[in-house]
């Protein structure tokens, strides 16, 4: 079971009481004026934006006639919503939507993920995560930096323990050349991803798209994630990422649409084994080449 997040539990708690107004065949500007809120606060936190009051939750209970086992279930989710995820310890330093991904990683069952430029996030030696934090804002201070990098290992604590995250992560073959933060830092993240494939085989799945995949949906992308979570009752959500901008999506069609792609570009992917040997032999190249330099 994936650890309590409170991002999550505001989302799921969101997402019950939206259905129930729309069972009740309320508007949302028509419920806003039922109890006596505005539209814009009734939508954050239909969209777990932000938590529900406790009197204001007892009200809503009432008025849309759950059922007991439900509103304690509710109740609790009110609760959980409420606790500080440790995310919340970088308040300022990120924005608020990608203080949201975090929750939402956090509290994930699997995710799949694809990016054909860089190494994923949970995936990322200190080194190699120092060097693209510094590449993309050359201009933040050193003490900025360090605690962006804080941040992103914390985030690496969900593939180990007793129930790690089901991570599945699509790169292209270029990942693996591409000198992020020059050849020695390249190196150590290349020996990184191979001893992880082969550390944690049970929750960990790592392709390569070879540079001889004639093509496939997803190429010239963004980013994106496709997360589940342990509750059958919150739906798969998708992150996308672009160079100006982020967005937690979770409407059905444009899910599935990503859903499609990324079936496809397994498809275009090596296989697990053959995966892990390509990375083995780049990193395999790269240490011969500087061993020759040198």
Same mark, same amino acid.
């Given at each position: 079971?994936?650890?309590?997040?409170?991002?999550?539990?505001?989302?799921?708690?969101?997402r019950?009481?939206r259905?129930?107004?729309?069972?009740? *065949?309320l508007?949302?500007?028509?419920?806003?004026?039922?109890? /006596?809120?505005?539209?814009?606060?009734?939508s954050?936190?239909?969209?777990?934006?932000?938590n529900? /009051?406790?009197?204001? &939750?007892?009200?809503?209970?009432d008025?849309?006639?759950?059922?007991?086992?439900?509103?304690?279930?509710?109740?609790?989710? #009110?609760?959980e919503?409420?606790?500080? *995820?440790?995310?919340s310890?970088?308040? *300022? +330093?990120?924005?608020?939507?990608? =203080?949201r991904?975090?929750?939402?990683?956090?509290?994930?069952e699997?995710?799949?993920t694809? /990016?054909?430029?860089?190494?994923?996030?949970? &995936?990322?030696?200190?080194?190699?995560?120092?060097?693209?934090?510094?590449?993309?804002?050359? %201009?933040?201070? &050193?003490?900025?930096?360090?605690?962006?990098?804080?941040? #992103?290992l914390?985030?690496? %604590?969900?593939?180990?323990?007793?129930?790690?995250?089901?991570?599945?992560?699509?790169?292209?073959?270029?990942v &693996?050349?591409?000198q992020?933060?020059? #050849?020695?830092? +390249?190196? !150590?993240q =290349?020996?990184?991803? !191979?001893?992880?494939v082969?550390?944690?085989?049970?929750?960990?799945?790592i392709?390569?798209?070879?540079?001889?995949? @004639?093509?496939?949906e997803?190429?010239g992308?963004?980013?994106?994630?496709?997360?589940?979570?342990?509750? /059958?009752?919150?739906?798969?959500?998708?992150?996308?990422?672009?160079?100006?901008? @982020?967005?937690?999506i979770?409407?059905?069609?444009?899910?599935r649409?990503?859903? =499609?792609?990324?079936?496809?570009?397994?498809?275009?992917?090596l296989?697990?084994?053959?995966?892990?040997l390509?990375?083995?032999?780049?990193?395999?190249?790269?240490?011969?080449?500087?061993?020759?330099?040198?």
């Amino acid at each position: 079971m994936a650890p309590s997040s409170p991002t999550v539990a505001a989302w799921a708690l969101g997402r019950r009481l939206r259905e129930k107004r729309d069972q009740a *065949g309320l508007t949302a500007t028509a419920a806003a004026k039922r109890f /006596g809120i505005t539209s814009a606060y009734l939508s954050e936190f239909e969209h777990g934006k932000k938590n529900v /009051g406790e009197d204001r &939750l007892e009200a809503l209970l009432d008025a849309y006639e759950f059922d007991k086992d439900e509103a304690d279930e509710l109740r609790v989710l #009110r609760k959980e919503a409420g606790r500080r *995820g440790w995310w919340s310890d970088y308040t *300022g +330093l990120f924005s608020d939507e990608l =203080l949201r991904f975090f929750g939402y990683e956090h509290g994930a069952e699997s995710i799949r993920t694809y /990016g054909s430029d860089i190494v994923t996030g949970l &995936l990322q030696t200190e080194e190699y995560a120092r060097a693209l934090i510094e590449a993309g804002s050359p %201009n933040l201070r &050193l003490a900025e930096v360090d605690r962006r990098i804080q941040a #992103r290992l914390h985030r690496q %604590n969900r593939l180990t323990g007793e129930d790690p995250l089901q991570l599945s992560t699509i790169m292209s073959e270029a990942v &693996l050349y591409q000198q992020v933060g020059g #050849r020695e830092v +390249l190196a !150590g993240q =290349l020996k990184y991803l !191979g001893d992880l494939v082969e550390q944690q085989p049970g929750n960990l799945d790592i392709r390569i798209v070879p540079f001889e995949a @004639t093509g496939h949906e997803a190429m010239g992308g963004s980013i994106f994630h496709l997360m589940t979570f342990p509750s /059958g009752k919150l739906p798969t959500l998708l992150w996308q990422e672009t160079v100006t901008s @982020t967005q937690v999506i979770t409407d059905p069609m444009t899910v599935r649409e990503y859903h =499609l792609a990324y079936t496809e570009v397994t498809k275009a992917a090596l296989d697990r084994k053959s995966s892990l040997l390509r990375i083995k032999d780049a990193y395999g190249r790269l240490r011969s080449r500087t061993t020759v330099e040198t």
